[in-house]
């Protein structure tokens, strides 16, 4: 079923965005539980260089932090990531709907760090994370996986993905923390690949 949405996503557009909106109600509907219970443990406070960091999941109250973000993020940072558009009104659908899990990465009081789970009426929890070009290569990039990975746990639902073949960057970092299996290939030399997530235990922020 996801294949195929993939599928219809690139081929009718249209189409697929009056699914996707049916799709939310219905994932909202089965799993809307399991998702407060994530939610309700997903503060994790800890340290970055030496400096006061927090782990949160976001609300509409945090919309001027995440349209900041975007709006520092230069044009290449951003080529594999498009989970959802990027302008005030975007953002703001994604942190009312229910169908999305979202979480910032605040160090001091800037957001440096977005990550999301958008939930499917199967029972997959689809990750993304994007770092601040100034947090790269330095660990972040792990934490975020590990606490995605640790939501969907709590969640019980499988932790999935869709990354690009040319995405070698996000590949390895996703291999660096846990395994994962490929399920299908898909256009545009994208693969549909599943976590294999063994621990729930909360992620440590400490780098």
Do not use: C
Not at 46 to 61: E, F, H, K
Not at 108 to 133: C, F, N, Q, W
Request: net charge positive; hydrophobic share 40%.
């Amino acid at each position: 079923m996801e294949k195929i949405a993939y599928h219809l996503k690139h081929r009718s557009p249209a189409l697929f965005r009056i699914v996707e909106r049916l799709a939310r109600r219905v994932a909202v509907l089965r799993f809307g539980r399991r998702i407060k219970r994530a939610l309700a443990e997903s503060y994790v406070q800890g340290v970055v260089r030496g400096r006061p960091a927090v782990m949160r999941s976001l609300n509409i109250d945090d919309l001027n932090s995440l349209q900041g973000f975007f709006e520092e993020m230069p044009a290449g940072h951003v080529k594999y990531f498009k989970p959802h558009g990027y302008e005030r009104s975007d953002l703001r659908g994604v942190l009312e709907s229910r169908a999305f899990l979202t979480y910032g990465l605040f160090i001091g009081d800037e957001m440096k760090g977005y990550a999301l789970l958008k939930v499917a009426p199967t029972g997959s929890l689809y990750i993304g994370r994007l770092l601040h070009p100034s947090q790269v290569g330095q660990g972040l990039g792990a934490f975020l996986s590990r606490y995605l990975y640790w939501q969907a746990s709590l969640a019980g639902l499988r932790a999935r993905s869709t990354i690009s073949r040319h995405n070698i960057a996000s590949l390895r970092s996703h291999q660096a923390v846990a395994n994962f299996n490929i399920i299908s290939e898909l256009p545009n030399d994208y693969l549909l690949i599943e976590f294999e997530v063994a621990s729930s235990d909360k992620p440590e922020l400490s780098l």
